[in-house]
């Protein structure tokens, strides 16, 4: 026996943690309810905090401790526990305290409005082990409740960020930017800065999903906010030109075109969704009919080593996809996939235009291409990708 | 600070962690507050912790289990408490293993 060093700190998610075979399942997705008690303009997701019928259909906390023990016992580490706002339901700390004790850590998305002193003290004596990830919508109650439709909402978001603060747990604060926040995302990031608790970098979304998954009529409302691509560059820049190197660097290195293949985001295996009512997804954003497995009928496992193995194999036969998405070589920095194809068109492989249109102006911000270029009509556009990492930057015209 | 290791006795796991074995690593994993020194730190054992922590289990005397481990690894009883109480003391300090009545 000898022996010098015994215990290792590692980085949850290390790629080193694991010497040999890799777990089945890393990180599993829950949104515990589509429900919530903000309104947001650009939501995808969300139905009414008191929607019964959304409501009596979600999964019981029986349900779910169930399932959390299927995940662990699969060599689950993380667990993601958001919504709609998962602290509407009224067994969140029941769900939250099993996955914990269980040795997940817990990534819980949420606004922070219904955040009590007993939940910052769980939260305090049972650390989720990552930052709690708060969405903001406004640094004005003004502009804050223009998005969320909510009235009251800003005051209890700070609120909820004071005692998650006070009670020293750490927390990430999260921008969206939208028509009545344009122009708020620097003051936002200096405010977030300021508070106790807050970790890491405020973070905006930008480029909002459609609501294919409720058929409401609120996606045009939606597509409507969303920003262009030159709007995206011009945000992105704020900062200096880091984010277009980024985009240079980052396509140079995502490898070849897709080809056929529709599921390039994620190695197999590495992580799964489930719905508010018990259905497995490739992720969250994914409900297209033949992408869902029924967990009721089923079992984790077979989900995970079976059904979405088979999904992930999924072939595209969208010609349009093919002639266009399969060669074109910004993969990297194009948002196109199944998940934004089923919310844009209802299809696994249809090409969207607004997605294709963002990676487009990022890449003629970057060199990569002339404004008007059509990425898949460069011939070795991979080489041209990669030629240029570390390059200096052309400037777009 | 360091620990005052006492061969007689009975050391185990604490509660405050949740001890995984997920394909052959043991990973352990902060309960409380206080554990870890980030938010996002999981902690592993190299191979000699592995088997030094499956016997540390609150069953029997520190003594005992470094008398078992010198015999299975036919090394110097004082090398392998050296290992052992080494490992304990780590562990102790992270809280990971507290001393049982």
Redesign the interface.
Known sequence: ?????????????EAG???????ILARLDIELTDRCNNNCLHCSVNLPAGDVEARASEWTAARWKTLLDEA?GL?C?VVRLTGGEPLLRADFEEIYLHA??????VMLFTNATLVTPRLARVL????????VEVSVYGLTEKSCEAVTRARGSFAACRRGLGLLGEN?V?FTVKGAVLPPTRGEADGLEAWAASLPGR?GSTSFATLFDLRSRHGDGKSALIAGLRMGGDEFVDFSRRRGEGAVDEWRDFCGRSGGARGDRLFTCLPAGASAAVDPYGRLQHCLGLRHPDAVYDLAAGSLREAVTGFLPRLRGTRASDPAYRERCGRCFLKGLCEQCPAKSWAEHGTLDTPVEYFCGIAHAQAVAAGLLDRGEKAWTVRDGSKRAKGRIGSWRKRSI | MEEKIDLSRVYGPSDDV???E????I???????GI???????????E??RD?WSRIDGSRPLGAVIED?AKD?D?PDG??RR?VV??LQ??LE?R?IVERD
Do not use: H
């Open positions: 026996m000898s022996a010098i060093s015994y215990v290792r700190k590692v980085v949850a998610g943690l694991w010497k040999s075979s890799k777990p662990a060599g580490l914990r004790r269980l040795g997940l850590r305090r004596d049972v650390p989720p082990l990552e930052a020293g750490a970790t | 949740v001890v995984r997920i394909e052959g690593e990973v352990i994993v902060p309960l409380t507050s870890g020194d980030l938010e996002d730190e999981l902690f592993t054992l190299n000699t912790g030094i481990l690894y090394a090398l392998v290992d080494g490992i780590e562990l992270r990971m």
